[in-house]
């Protein structure tokens, strides 16, 4: 994948996310989110033995959504 698709992987990802552990963060931040999201969830997702990141598609959009979404929840628990 290209750096624009990361960008945007990332983008989507890390508002989606934001939206589904109601919180509120920047464009900047989401992109941030989303891409360290994906390398979470494809680690995840490896470690599961399931398909990881394959390009600009649902699944890769869903797969950095859950490494967001645990990204998130780990930032929340250490905020606490």
């Keep these: 994948m290209g ?13 989606i996310a934001n939206k589904l552990m109601n919180s509120s963060t920047g464009l900047i931040d989401n992109i941030i989110i989303g891409i360290i999201g994906a390398f979470i969830g494809g680690f995840v997702f ?7 990141i394959t390009g600009l598609n649902l699944h890769s ?9 645990i990204l998130l929840w780990i930032i929340n628990k250490i905020r606490k």
């Design 3 to 15: 750096v624009i698709a990361w960008l945007i992987l990332g983008a989507l990802s890390g508002w």
């Design 46 to 52: 490896n470690f599961l033995g399931a398909q990881t």
């Design 61 to 69: 959009v869903f797969v950095s959504v859950v490494g967001a979404c």
